[in-house]
């Protein structure tokens, strides 16, 4: 291989990582039941690309203990189903991480399935964060 193909082969994987990372759409929910984060969770698996979901196991202790829900979803891929209204049995904090396009689009399907209650928007350079509180319509 030539030094020329392996840095272009370098590059082409660089360009498809960058683009990848503007489009994943990082999603943790809390103060919210199994049943409630995986309504969420089904609607936006419905629309886009479900890259990566870690479940909370069994607590150790009986004590109460916070819980975060959190699954990547890439906003480039996936399903395009139309979202619809879907019951929730209480308020879910959410928070969405990713490129400014892709929290925006990740926003909007919620929109569609939930009333959403904006708290915050933390922008950075190439990324934000949006807090969110949603409820049944």
């Given at each position: 291989?030539?030094?020329?193909?392996?840095?272009?082969?370098?590059?082409?994987?660089?360009d498809v990582y960058d683009m990848h990372i503007d489009t994943?759409?990082?999603?943790?929910l809390s103060d919210c039941n199994r049943e409630d984060a995986q309504a969420v969770?089904?609607?936006?698996?419905?629309?886009?690309?479900?890259?990566?979901?870690?479940?909370?196991?069994?607590?150790?202790?009986?004590a109460p203990t916070p819980t975060v829900w959190m699954a990547t979803f890439d906003?480039?891929?996936?399903?395009?189903?139309?979202?619809?209204?879907?019951?929730?049995?209480a308020m879910v904090g959410a928070v969405l991480t990713g490129g400014y396009?892709?929290?925006?689009?990740?926003?909007?399907?919620?929109?569609?399935?939930?009333?959403?209650?904006s708290l915050q928007s933390v922008s950075g350079d190439q990324?934000?964060?949006?807090?969110l509180l949603l409820a049944s319509r």
């Open positions: 291989m030539t030094r020329r193909a392996a840095r272009s082969g370098r590059e082409e994987m660089s994943d759409v990082t999603v943790q969770f089904d609607v936006l698996d419905s629309v886009y690309a479900l890259e990566d979901m870690t479940a909370p196991g069994p607590a150790a202790s009986t906003t480039a891929g996936g399903r395009r189903e139309e979202a619809r209204p879907v019951p929730l049995s396009h892709a929290v925006d689009e990740v926003e909007k399907t919620l929109a569609a399935s939930f009333d959403i209650q990324e934000t964060e949006a807090r």
